[in-house]
């Protein structure tokens, strides 16, 4: 009981960073993302992974395992897991988002393409990254679909819209 104790006091710290992050602790990774694991006292286990586009990586003393759909916090416990007892005693692991997946933008702006994402991102921010909007570009006419939908589910976008990950907004031509 001792030890399982311990190791909660040990683990709460690491979760609880996690979860304070936006878009850490309940973010599901995607091809693109590139996390970084740390495990504290182990340096040669520490390190970042780029996710490909299978989803699966391989991770020394871990083995292959897939990230791709999983959150962060279902990654650090996995590989909590695949390290306790064969390899370490109480590994402390730490799992975070180093880089996120690009978002992408085209249609009537100045630099339309891919841009890595941040958190707290809303059209208004991608349009001012994308270089601002062109002589003709339509005010109102501006949808967003998400990552994995298709055209027949976008969805009208203002300004205040939030921009996930993998999402794609597209800005229209006014014709008045």
Same mark, same amino acid.
């Given at each position: 009981?001792?030890?399982?104790?311990?190791?909660?006091?040990?683990?709460?710290?690491?979760?609880?960073?996690?979860?304070?992050?936006?878009?850490?602790?309940?973010?599901?990774?995607?091809?693109?993302?590139?996390?970084?694991?740390?495990?504290?006292?182990?340096?040669?286990?520490?390190?970042?992974?780029?996710?490909?586009?299978?989803?699966?990586?391989?991770?020394?003393?871990?083995?292959?395992? =897939?990230?791709?759909?999983?959150?962060? /916090?279902?990654?650090?416990? #996995?590989?909590?897991?695949?390290?306790? !007892? &064969?390899? %370490?005693?109480?590994?402390?692991?730490?799992?975070?988002?180093?880089?996120?997946?690009?978002?992408?933008?085209?249609?009537?702006?100045?630099?339309?393409?891919?841009?890595?994402?941040?958190?707290?991102?809303?059209?208004?921010?991608?349009?001012?990254?994308?270089?601002?909007?062109?002589?003709?570009?339509?005010?109102?006419?501006?949808?967003?679909?998400? =990552?994995?939908?298709?055209?027949?589910? /976008?969805?009208?976008?203002? #300004?205040?819209?939030?921009?996930?990950? !993998? &999402?794609? %907004?597209?800005?229209?031509?006014?014709?008045?």
């Amino acid at each position: 009981m001792f030890r399982f104790v311990s190791l909660l006091v040990l683990l709460l710290p690491l979760m609880a960073t996690a979860q304070d992050q936006p878009g850490q602790g309940d973010y599901r990774l995607a091809a693109g993302d590139t996390v970084q694991v740390r495990v504290y006292g182990e340096d040669d286990l520490s390190l970042q992974l780029d996710i490909p586009g299978n989803g699966v990586v391989d991770y020394a003393f871990v083995g292959e395992f =897939e990230l791709a759909g999983k959150t962060v /916090r279902a990654v650090q416990e #996995e590989i909590y897991q695949r390290l306790l !007892g &064969d390899y %370490l005693v109480e590994p402390r692991v730490s799992v975070s988002v180093a880089k996120y997946r690009n978002f992408y933008v085209y249609g009537e702006v100045n630099r339309p393409g891919g841009y890595a994402w941040e958190p707290g991102l809303t059209v208004r921010k991608v349009i001012t990254l994308a270089g601002g909007l062109k002589e003709r570009a339509s005010g109102s006419k501006w949808y967003l679909v998400r =990552e994995g939908g298709s055209e027949s589910d /976008r969805v009208k976008a203002d #300004e205040d819209t939030p921009v996930s990950p !993998g &999402d794609t %907004l597209t800005i229209e031509q006014s014709f008045f």
